[in-house]
């Protein structure tokens, strides 16, 4: 591999193809990388060479020739760690020529008048050995794309369009192709479009924790729940596991490893969500406030959401409980959240469960509401060597940090956070 990333360095163009399996995982998983170059082709093993020494050749001036790339930059992200600095995609290209978005076959047997050889739908790339004529097929992705190259860069300047293809290869390598936005997961399916009210909610929090869960898992969101399960628990809003496994495309394997639990809590969490946001805000300085947004973020990105009622306190107008207290709490480190007092912990914890806040509404304090979210939260521990988190020390929070030493907390560190002369002392509890 040494060898052919020098050889590669020395080029000023390459063709470049990859082929991968994500039908059983979330993320591409990469199974051959193609190259080829103005007098060589090479056909890469990722199962036995370590593709992050293509890296070097991906953050060089080399011009990488694709077809159809955007799937491959995301191997190239997950396989090296970055992408190519420069691109053409025959494919973008030839739509700026008249010829909408060919198929590769197609466009070199119209530019070259050549036929490639034809590929099984079903092949498994990730099978060793390959066969003979899966290299050849592979091989074939390759061998003529800077020929095809040639031909659609002079066809874009006699047309006066090569800089207009150039832009859409930019905003091609600039796209995010970061795991897809939790928030935006419902918009991917179809039925879920159909609801209204709290059922809507429920699904659109379901959703969003699916595809942080599948993210994680790396499994298809549709392993870790059908999409007809999806929908089916959110409008029956099933209040514990008998009733949800119940419900209608919903099996044993769908609630394995505490995801029936999660489930559970992802339903409870989004109709408690106005009323979360107002506890939150009224406890502002103790803690930063949160926008409705931040707050729907929060319930779905979080391990643990957890939300207490009690009897008498606070009642909705329908005589339900309504929420006396909620916590929510985070797995450390690998959750992308932006937090100083996170990172803090991060830097100093393998694995650890993380508070990032508690409330307890006033008429439910002094109840035992704080202190049973705190134990609920520790009895999901699964491997985490200590439950953590921080207290404000200025503005000085006197309540909570003496209910922190009460129950057992460790004060482990300070630091100031934010530009307002915040400081807080940082715990942790040994699970």
């Not at 070097?56 to 970055?82: I, K, N, W, Y």
């Not at 008998?242 to 489930?263: M, T, W, Y």
């Amino acid at each position: 591999m040494v060898d052919l990333v020098g050889v590669l360095l020395e080029q000023r163009r390459i063709a470049v193809d990859t082929e991968f399996h994500r039908e059983r995982t979330y993320h591409p998983k990469v199974a051959l990388l193609q190259v080829a170059w103005s007098d060589g082709l090479a056909l890469v093993d990722p199962l036995a060479v370590d593709l992050r020494a293509f890296a070097p050749v991906l953050a060089s001036d080399v011009l990488f020739v694709m077809h159809a790339a955007g799937q491959d930059l995301e191997v190239f992200d997950r396989a090296c760690g970055t992408g190519p600095r420069h691109l053409f995609d025959t494919q973008l290209a030839a739509g700026f020529v008249g010829l909408s978005t060919p198929s590769l076959s197609s466009l070199c047997e119209r530019e070259l008048g050549i036929r490639l050889p034809k590929g099984d739908r079903l092949s498994d790339w990730l099978a060793r050995p390959l066969s003979g004529s899966q290299l050849e097929y592979a091989a074939a992705d390759v061998a003529h794309l800077l020929a095809i190259h040639d031909r659609l860069v002079a066809d874009l300047g006699r047309r006066g369009r090569l800089a207009w293809a150039e832009d859409e290869f930019r905003l091609l390598l600039e796209r995010d192709r970061g795991p897809r936005d939790p928030h935006s997961a419902w918009e991917r399916i179809k039925e879920l479009k159909r609801l209204r009210g709290d059922a809507f909610a429920r699904g659109r929090a379901l959703a969003a924790w699916r595809e942080r869960t599948a993210d994680q898992l790396d499994l298809p969101v549709r392993t870790v729940l059908p999409d007809l399960a999806l929908v089916a628990i959110a409008q029956g809003d099933p209040g514990d596991e008998e009733a949800l496994r119940a419900v209608r495309g919903v099996d044993g394997r769908h609630l394995r490893n505490g995801a029936a639990a999660k489930i559970l809590s992802a339903l409870r969490g989004a109709g408690d969500l106005p009323a979360i946001e107002g506890m939150n805000t009224a406890a502002v300085p103790a803690v930063n406030e949160l926008s409705a947004e931040e707050v729907a973020w929060f319930a779905e990105a979080t391990h643990t959401f957890l939300v207490a009622e009690v009897g008498g306190v606070g009642d909705g107008p329908d005589g339900a409980p309504a929420p006396a207290g909620f916590l929510f709490g985070l797995e450390g480190p690998g959750i992308d959240y932006a937090s100083a007092n996170y990172r803090w912990f991060c830097e100093r914890y393998e694995r650890f469960l993380y508070v990032d806040r508690i409330v307890v509404d006033p008429p439910a304090q002094g109840l035992g509401v704080g202190r049973s979210l705190y134990e609920a939260f520790a009895v999901r521990a699964d491997g985490q060597s200590h439950l953590c988190a921080e207290v404000n020390v200025r503005p000085r929070n006197d309540r909570s940090l003496a209910f922190h030493e009460a129950f057992g907390f460790r004060a482990v560190g300070e630091q100031e956070t934010g530009s307002e002369g915040k400081r807080v002392r940082m715990f942790a509890l040994e699970l």
